[in-house]
C-alpha cells in the first residue's frame, strides 16, 4: 500500500504534467540566459574574480540561485491557491492522508523539480567547461538542502495569509534583495560591514558559498558544517512552521 | 477478519456543542444514526448543521460532549474514521486542471489503493455518476451538476460505509437535482447509510428515513417525515391570498376553519384535516381570497410551525 505522502506527491506530479509548459522558460531557459548575458556579457569586462574567470565564477551562484527562485515562486500561489481556491488541502483532510503527509508529498515535490532544473543546468554548465571540480556532484544536494530551507517556510508562509498582495512583499523585499546580494553576482565581501550580516543570515549566501566550494574545488568562508547546519535549521523551522499553520487552517 | 454485525450506531453523539469564542454553533444535541439508514439534519442557513457534519468528518473537534463514529473517537482515531467515510462537501473542491478520471485515480490513492485498484474503481464510478463520456475532460469546463456528482462519486472511491453529504444539490437547477437524489437514493438502496444537510423540503422528503430538524445549534424536532407532518402539522394546507389586504389584518376573520391559521407577509396558511372544507367555510363567510390553493402538508410546514420562519429566505 503506497503511503499518503507518496500520493500526495502523485497528486502533485499529476497536475504539474498539465501544467509544465508554463514552468520550462523559468526552470531551464531563463537560467542558461542569465549565464549566457552576465557571465559572458559582464564577465566580458570583469575578467577573473577570484582567480577564475566569472562566468566559472558565477556558475554555482546562478545554479543556487535557480533552486531558491523555484522553490520561494512554487510554494506561494501553488500554496495558497490550493487552501483558498481550488481547496485540495481540505478534499485531503477529508481522507486518512494526515497534515505531515500533506507537507511531505508537497516538498518532496518541489525538492522534484528543483533537482530536475539543477541537474539540467549542471550538464549546460558542464558543456562550457565552468566546472573545475569532481565536487560539482554533490552541488544537487546543497541545491536540494537550500529548495527545503526555502520551501518549508515559504509553503508556511503561503498557508497562513489570506491574501496573494503579502507575495509582492515576500518578493520585493525578500526574494529580489537575496539574489542581488547573497554573493551570485559578485563576492559578499565588496559589501558595506553594515550590510554584510544580512547576506549571512540569507540561507542562499551559504548555498551559494557551498556550491561555489563545490564547483571550483576550493574551501568555503565557514567550516562546511556550520553552512549546512544553518541551512537545516532553516529547514527544520519552516516546517514546524508548516506543520502549524497548515492544521490552524484545516481544523478548529 | 472478525466482525460484530450489531446495531452499534455508526454516529452517536451526547450533548455535542461547538463554540467559536462567544458564538455557538451547535448547542448540545444528541444524535444517534444507524447502520442503512439515511438521516437528514434540516434547518436554515445558520443552524449548525454544517458545524455538526464537520465534526462528524473529524475536520472540527467537539467543544464538549461526546461523539463516536464508528464506536471510535474522532479526536484519537481520525484517520481511521475518515478511511471509512466518504464526504461531499459543500464547496467543490475538486481539482480544476486534472480531468475527471485523474480526480477520482488521484483521490483513490489518498485511501491507498493501487493503481490498478483506483483505475478500476474509477470506472465503476464513472459509470455510476453517468461521467463515462466525460471522462477525459478537464473538471473546469463542467456543468454544476455533473461536478457535483464527481464529487459524490469522488466520496465513494473508497467504498464507504458511511457517506456525508453537505447541502448535496444547493445551487442546482432541477433536472440536475433530480439526477442527483436518483444516484443517492440507488446508493441508499444498496444499504449505504446517508447522512445529509439541506434546506430544501422536497430533498428531505424524498431521501432521508429519519431526520432532525435544526435551528439556532438545537434539534426542535425529530423523526421520519411523515411522522413530523403528522406530529406538527395538518393532513392539509390551505393557501390564501387577499390582494392588498394585509394577512394579519383578516387572520381574525379565519377563526374557528381548521386548526388554526398563520399569517405570513404575503399570504394566509390554514392548517387543516380537510382543505375543500375549510375553503368552503371561508366562501361562506364572505371572504374573497385573490388565489386559493389546497395542498397536502409538507416539512416546510412542520418548519414553519417549529421556528415561526420559512426555511429559505
Same mark, same amino acid.
Given at each position: 500500500?503506497?503511503?499518503?505522502?507518496?500520493?500526495?506527491?502523485?497528486?502533485?506530479?499529476?497536475?504539474?504534467?498539465?501544467?509544465?509548459?508554463?514552468?520550462?522558460?523559468?526552470?531551464? *531557459?531563463?537560467?542558461?540566459? #542569465?549565464?549566457?548575458?552576465?557571465?559572458?556579457?559582464?564577465?566580458?569586462?570583469?575578467?577573473?574574480?577570484?582567480?577564475?574567470?566569472?562566468?566559472?565564477?558565477?556558475?554555482?551562484?546562478?545554479?543556487?540561485?535557480?533552486?531558491?527562485?523555484? @522553490?520561494?515562486?512554487?510554494?506561494?500561489?501553488? *500554496?495558497?491557491?490550493?487552501?483558498?481556491?481550488?481547496?485540495?488541502?481540505?478534499?485531503?483532510?477529508?481522507?486518512?492522508?494526515?497534515?505531515?503527509?500533506?507537507?511531505?508529498?508537497?516538498?518532496?515535490?518541489?525538492?522534484l523539480r528543483v533537482e530536475i532544473a539543477v541537474v539540467v543546468f549542471l550538464g549546460v554548465t558542464a558543456?562550457?567547461?565552468?566546472?573545475?571540480?569532481?565536487?560539482?556532484?554533490?552541488?544537487?544536494?546543497?541545491?536540494?538542502?537550500?529548495?527545503?530551507?526555502?520551501?518549508?517556510?515559504?509553503?508556511?508562509?503561503?498557508?497562513?495569509?489570506?491574501?496573494?498582495?503579502?507575495?509582492?512583499?515576500?518578493?520585493? #523585499?525578500?526574494?529580489?534583495?537575496?539574489?542581488?546580494?547573497?554573493?551570485?553576482?559578485?563576492?559578499?565581501?565588496?559589501?558595506?560591514?553594515?550590510?554584510?550580516?544580512?547576506?549571512?543570515?540569507?540561507?542562499?549566501?551559504? @548555498?551559494?558559498?557551498?556550491?561555489?566550494? @563545490?564547483?571550483?574545488?576550493?574551501?568555503?568562508?565557514?567550516?562546511?558544517?556550520?553552512? *549546512?547546519?544553518?541551512?537545516?535549521? #532553516?529547514?527544520?523551522?519552516?516546517?514546524?512552521?508548516?506543520?502549524?499553520? #497548515?492544521?490552524?487552517?484545516?481544523?478548529? | 477478519?472478525?466482525?460484530?454485525?450489531?446495531?452499534?450506531?455508526?454516529?452517536?453523539?451526547?450533548?455535542?456543542?461547538?463554540?467559536?469564542?462567544?458564538?455557538?454553533?451547535?448547542?448540545? &444535541?444528541?444524535?444517534?444514526?444507524?447502520?442503512?439508514?439515511?438521516?437528514?439534519?434540516?434547518?436554515?442557513?445558520?443552524?449548525?448543521?454544517?458545524?455538526?457534519?464537520?465534526?462528524?468528518?473529524?475536520?472540527?473537534?467537539?467543544?464538549?460532549?461526546?461523539?463516536?463514529?464508528?464506536?471510535?473517537?474522532?479526536?484519537?482515531?481520525?484517520?481511521?474514521?475518515?478511511?471509512?467515510?466518504?464526504?461531499?462537501?459543500?464547496?467543490?473542491?475538486?481539482?480544476?486542471?486534472?480531468?475527471?478520471?485523474?480526480?477520482?485515480?488521484?483521490?483513490?490513492?489518498?485511501?491507498?489503493?493501487?493503481?490498478?485498484?483506483?483505475?478500476?474503481?474509477?470506472?465503476?464510478?464513472?459509470?455510476?455518476?453517468?461521467?463515462?463520456?466525460?471522462?477525459?475532460?478537464?473538471?473546469?469546463?463542467?456543468?454544476?451538476?455533473?461536478?457535483?456528482?464527481?464529487? &459524490?462519486?469522488?466520496?465513494?472511491?473508497?467504498?464507504?460505509?458511511?457517506?456525508?453529504?453537505?447541502?448535496?444539490?444547493?445551487?442546482?437547477?432541477? /433536472?440536475?437535482?433530480?439526477?442527483?437524489?436518483?444516484?443517492?437514493?440507488?446508493?441508499? /438502496? /444498496?444499504?449505504?447509510?446517508?447522512?445529509?444537510?439541506?434546506?430544501?423540503?422536497?430533498?428531505?422528503?424524498?431521501?432521508c428515513d429519519r431526520l432532525v430538524v435544526m435551528d439556532g445549534g438545537r434539534i426542535v424536532a425529530e423523526?421520519?417525515?411523515?411522522?413530523?407532518?403528522?406530529?406538527?402539522?395538518?393532513?392539509?394546507?390551505?393557501?390564501?391570498?387577499?390582494? /392588498?389586504?394585509?394577512?394579519?389584518? &383578516?387572520?381574525?376573520?379565519?377563526?374557528? &376553519?381548521?386548526?388554526?391559521?398563520?399569517?405570513?407577509?404575503?399570504?394566509?396558511?390554514?392548517?387543516?384535516?380537510?382543505?375543500?372544507?375549510?375553503?368552503?367555510?371561508?366562501?361562506?363567510?364572505?371572504?374573497?381570497?385573490?388565489?386559493?390553493?389546497?395542498?397536502?402538508?409538507?416539512?416546510?410546514?412542520?418548519?414553519?410551525?417549529?421556528?415561526?420562519?420559512?426555511?429559505?429566505?
Amino acid at each position: 500500500m503506497a503511503h499518503p505522502t507518496v500520493a500526495v506527491l502523485e497528486r502533485n506530479l499529476t497536475v504539474y504534467r498539465r501544467v509544465w509548459r508554463a514552468s520550462v522558460m523559468s526552470s531551464f *531557459v531563463l537560467p542558461v540566459l #542569465f549565464l549566457l548575458s552576465i557571465g559572458l556579457g559582464v564577465g566580458g569586462y570583469v575578467g577573473e574574480v577570484g582567480g577564475v574567470d566569472y562566468l566559472a565564477w558565477i556558475v554555482p551562484g546562478v545554479l543556487a540561485v535557480t533552486a531558491f527562485q523555484m @522553490a520561494v515562486g512554487e510554494c506561494t500561489y501553488a *500554496v495558497l491557491g490550493d487552501f483558498k481556491w481550488v481547496r485540495s488541502y481540505h478534499a485531503m483532510r477529508a481522507t486518512p492522508v494526515a497534515i505531515r503527509d500533506m507537507i511531505a508529498g508537497w516538498l518532496l515535490y518541489i525538492l522534484l523539480r528543483v533537482e530536475i532544473a539543477v541537474v539540467v543546468f549542471l550538464g549546460v554548465t558542464a558543456a562550457f567547461g565552468a566546472l573545475r571540480s569532481p565536487w560539482a556532484l554533490v552541488t544537487p544536494l546543497i541545491a536540494g538542502l537550500l529548495a527545503l530551507s526555502v520551501a518549508a517556510p515559504v509553503t508556511a508562509f503561503a498557508a497562513t495569509i489570506e491574501h496573494d498582495t503579502y507575495f509582492a512583499l515576500l518578493f520585493r #523585499f525578500v526574494m529580489i534583495p537575496s539574489t542581488l546580494f547573497a554573493g551570485v553576482f559578485f563576492p559578499v565581501e565588496q559589501l558595506p560591514d553594515v550590510i554584510k550580516p544580512l547576506a549571512y543570515a540569507s540561507p542562499l549566501w551559504h @548555498a551559494v558559498e557551498l556550491c561555489r566550494a @563545490a564547483t571550483l574545488g576550493g574551501a568555503p568562508p565557514w567550516p562546511v558544517l556550520l553552512h *549546512v547546519a544553518y541551512l537545516a535549521a #532553516f529547514a527544520v523551522a519552516g516546517l514546524a512552521w508548516a506543520g502549524r499553520a #497548515f492544521r490552524a487552517r484545516l481544523q478548529d | 477478519m472478525f466482525q460484530l454485525v450489531s446495531d452499534q450506531p455508526l454516529i452517536l453523539a451526547r450533548g455535542l456543542a461547538k463554540r467559536f469564542g462567544d458564538f455557538t454553533a451547535v448547542d448540545g &444535541i444528541d444524535v444517534s444514526v444507524a447502520p442503512g439508514e439515511a438521516f437528514g439534519f434540516l434547518g436554515p442557513n445558520g443552524a449548525g448543521k454544517s458545524s455538526t457534519m464537520r465534526m462528524i468528518s473529524c475536520v472540527s473537534l467537539p467543544t464538549s460532549g461526546e461523539l463516536r463514529i464508528f464506536g471510535m473517537d474522532p479526536a484519537v482515531d481520525g484517520s481511521a474514521i475518515r478511511a471509512r467515510l466518504g464526504v461531499c462537501p459543500q464547496l467543490d473542491n475538486l481539482d480544476p486542471d486534472l480531468s475527471v478520471r485523474e480526480n477520482l485515480t488521484t483521490y483513490a490513492r489518498y485511501f491507498g489503493l493501487s493503481r490498478a485498484e483506483a483505475r478500476r474503481r474509477a470506472d465503476e464510478l464513472l459509470e455510476f455518476a453517468r461521467l463515462t463520456e466525460k471522462a477525459g475532460s478537464r473538471v473546469e469546463p463542467l456543468s454544476g451538476g455533473m461536478k457535483r456528482r464527481l464529487t &459524490i462519486a469522488r466520496a465513494m472511491v473508497n467504498d464507504p460505509e458511511l457517506v456525508l453529504l453537505d447541502e448535496p444539490t444547493t445551487g442546482l437547477d432541477p /433536472q440536475a437535482r433530480h439526477l442527483l437524489w436518483e444516484r443517492l437514493f440507488r446508493l441508499k /438502496q /444498496q444499504g449505504t447509510t446517508l447522512v445529509l444537510t439541506t434546506h430544501y423540503m422536497d430533498e428531505a422528503e424524498q431521501l432521508c428515513d429519519r431526520l432532525v430538524v435544526m435551528d439556532g445549534g438545537r434539534i426542535v424536532a425529530e423523526g421520519s417525515p411523515r411522522a413530523l407532518i403528522e406530529t406538527y402539522s395538518t393532513a392539509e394546507v390551505v393557501e390564501l391570498r387577499f390582494g /392588498q389586504i394585509r394577512p394579519a389584518d &383578516i387572520v381574525g376573520k379565519l377563526e374557528g &376553519i381548521g386548526e388554526r391559521a398563520d399569517p405570513l407577509p404575503d399570504r394566509v396558511l390554514l392548517y387543516t384535516a380537510d382543505g375543500d372544507a375549510a375553503v368552503a367555510e371561508v366562501t361562506r363567510r364572505g371572504l374573497q381570497p385573490s388565489s386559493v390553493l389546497v395542498r397536502r402538508s409538507t416539512l416546510e410546514d412542520v418548519f414553519l410551525h417549529l421556528t415561526g420562519r420559512t426555511l429559505v429566505d
